[in-house]
Nanobody
Framework: QVQLVESGGGLVQPGGSLRLSCAAS????????ANWYRQAPGKQRELVAT???????NYADSVKGRFTISKEGAKNTVYLQMNSLKPEDTAVYYC???????????????WGKGTLVTVSS
């Protein structure tokens, strides 16, 4: 079964940057719409950013101008570049994407297990 695997989280000081990556655990045919969500301690999971198969993007108001979602089609990998990080960005970040394991398979919607981002001095 194909899984989504996030990486790139860690501890960073306020004002710093991190780049998260999300890739499939196996070679897949395509990754279509992809999203980054985050969940802070004691809070509900929230949508941070979306990128469509055509490359259109949307962001939560709280991260506009600071975060950038992108994808590398050949590698079926989606990224979240996070700049000017704030303590309130501290959360587990999850990837959620629509993927096609093979050309003839149905579209599957998968969650990754998350990567922790901690913004603290």
């Amino acid at each position: 079964q194909v899984q989504l695997v996030e990486s790139g989280g860690g501890l960073v000081q306020p004002g710093g940057s991190l780049r998260l990556s999300c890739a499939a655990s196996k070679t897949i045919f395509s990754m279509n719409v992809a999203n980054w969500y985050r969940q802070a301690p004691g809070k509900q999971r929230e949508l941070v950013a979306t990128i469509t198969s055509g490359g259109d993007t949307n962001y939560a108001d709280s991260v506009k101008g600071r975060f950038t979602i992108s994808k590398e089609g050949a590698k079926n990998t989606v990224y979240l570049q996070m700049n000017s990080l704030k303590p309130e960005d501290t959360a587990v970040y999850y990837c959620f994407a629509a993927i096609k394991p093979t050309m003839t398979s149905q579209v599957m919607f998968n969650w990754g297990k998350g990567t922790l981002v901690t913004v603290s001095s």
